[in-house]
C-alpha cells in the first residue's frame, strides 16, 4: 500500500505480508527489508515458505490421509492421495510404497521447518542400527508395534502435526528466524514476530513434549539391540557396567524399560547421550528454559513486549515458537520411525521367530 497523499511526499511502504517478521519501522516493507536480511538466500527460504503454506491448504487431505494409512484402509489412501498428491503418488502402489510415500511426503515438510538439518541427521543415526541387525530389529519392531499403546501414540503424533498445519499463521513468521539461525547470519534488533495466541501453542507444546517423551522408550529399546541387551534390560545390578549415563546420580539410574518409562523427563533425556544428533534434534526442540517458562500455571506472558516469564527467567516469545517449528520436524521424525517399526513388524513371523525379508 503506497501513502502519495501529500504531493512531492516520499512514498511510504506499508506491509501487510503475513509469513514475516514485521519491522518497527513504518517507513520499510516487511517484504523488502526481508530481501536485504536475507540477501541471496531469500529465494532459497521464500521456496520453504511455500511449501509450507502448500501443506497448510492441504492439510484436511493429510488428515484423512494419513487416518486411513493408520487404518490400513488402502483403497481410500491411494484415492486421497492421487487427488491431493498426484505426481508424488505411484499408479499402481505396493504395500511398501503406501508406507514409505506417504512419509517420504511428510519429510518435504520437515525439510522446509529444519535448515539446520537436525531431521536427516538423526534419521540416519537411528536408522544406521538397523543395518545388519533386520532380523533382530523385526522382532522388536513386531514387539512394539504389537502393543495397542502404539497405534494410540502414532494417531496423536498424527494429530499434533495435524493440528499445528492449521495453526501455520500463528508460527510461519518465526520460520524466517529459525532459517537465519541455520545460515549464521544476524537476526535484525527490530524485527518482530507478531502476537500469537500464545494459550492455543502453549497446549500444543506440552502435548508435542509429552507423546514425544512416549516415544523414548522405542529409542532406548533400540539401543539395547544395538548392544546386545534383551530389549527391556538397561543395567542389571548384579553385573559390573552397563548403560550408565554419567550425568546421573546413583540413585537416579534405571534397570530396565519399565521403570524408564515412569522416571522423570531429565531422566529419560539423559538416556539420549548415546544419541547425539537426535538428542541435538530433542535439545532444539525443547529448549530447557522454554520448558520451563510455558510448563507451569504461574508463567506470566506479556502481550506488549512478547514476553514469557516464570520465576525471574524471561523467554522472548519469537524463541518459543523457533521451538515449537522444530518440534513440528520432530513430530515427522516420529511419524516415520513409527512407519519404520510398522513396515518390518509386518515381516517378522512370530510362530518361525524369522524375518520373511521386505521383498
Known amino acids: 500500500m503506497v501513502d502519495h497523499r501529500t504531493p512531492g511526499a516520499d512514498w511510504r511502504v506499508v506491509s501487510t505480508y503475513g509469513d514475516l517478521p514485521s519491522t518497527s519501522s513504518e517507513e520499510h516493507s516487511s517484504f523488502i527489508f526481508a530481501t536485504q536480511v536475507f540477501g541471496d538466500q531469500f529465494m532459497e527460504y521464500f521456496q520453504c515458505v511455500g511449501i509450507v503454506r502448500e501443506f497448510e491448504e492441504r492439510v484436511d487431505a493429510i488428515e484423512h490421509a494419513y487416518g486411513f494409512y493408520l487404518q ?42 529444519d535448515p539446520n538439518g537436525a531431521y536427516p541427521r538423526a534419521k540416519r543415526e537411528l536408522w544406521s542400527r538397523t543395518f545388519g541387525r533386520e532380523e533382530k530389529f523385526s522382532e522388536l519392531a513386531f514387539r512394539a508395534t504389537s502393543d495397542p499403546n ?20 500463528d508460527w510461519i513468521p518465526a520460520l524466517a528466524i529459525v532459517h537465519l539461525r541455520a545460515g549464521r547470519m544476524p537476526i535484525p534488533e527490530d524485527w ?94 525443547f529448549t530447557r528454559d522454554v520448558r520451563n517458562g510455558i510448563a507451569h500455571a504461574e508463567f506470566d506472558y506479556v502481550m506488549h513486549d512478547g514476553i514469557v516469564r516464570y520465576k525471574g527467567v524471561e523467554v522472548p516469545q519469537y524463541v518459543f515458537v523457533e521451538a515449537l517449528i522444530q518440534q513440528i520436524a520432530l513430530l515427522v521424525f516420529w511419524l516415520d520411525l513409527c512407519k519404520l517399526c510398522k513396515i518390518y513388524g509386518s515381516r517378522w513371523d512370530p510362530s518361525s521367530k524369522k524375518f520373511l525379508g521386505l521383498a
Request: charged share 30%.
Open 192 to 285: 518482530r514476530v507478531p502476537l500469537v495466541r500464545i494459550d492455543t501453542l502453549r497446549d500444543a507444546y506440552r502435548q508435542n513434549f509429552e507423546v514425544s517423551c512416549q516415544m523414548l522408550p522405542l529409542v532406548v529399546r533400540m539401543q539395547n539391540m544395538v548392544e546386545g541387551r534383551d530389549f527391556d534390560v538397561i543395567r542389571d545390578p548384579g553385573l559390573p557396567g552397563g548403560w550408565e549415563p554419567r550425568i546421573l546420580l546413583p540413585r537416579e539410574l534405571v534397570n530396565n524399560v519399565n521403570q524408564y518409562t515412569k522416571a522423570r523427563a531429565s531422566i529419560k533425556e539423559a538416556y539420549l547421550n548415546r544419541n547425539s544428533r537426535l538428542r541435538y534434534f530433542w535439545n532444539s526442540a
Open 150 to 169: 502404539f497405534k494410540v501414540i502414532n494417531r496423536r503424533l498424527s494429530d499434533q502435526l495435524v493440528r499445528l498445519l492449521r495453526d501455520a499463521a
Open 72 to 113: 490400513e484402509r488402502w483403497d481410500l489412501l491411494d484415492s486421497v492421495m492421487r487427488r491431493s498428491f498426484e505426481d508424488a503418488w505411484p499408479k499402481s502402489p505396493s504395500i511398501l510404497d503406501r508406507h514409505t510415500h506417504l512419509h517420504r511426503i511428510l519429510s518435504v515438510l520437515a525439510a522446509a521447518l
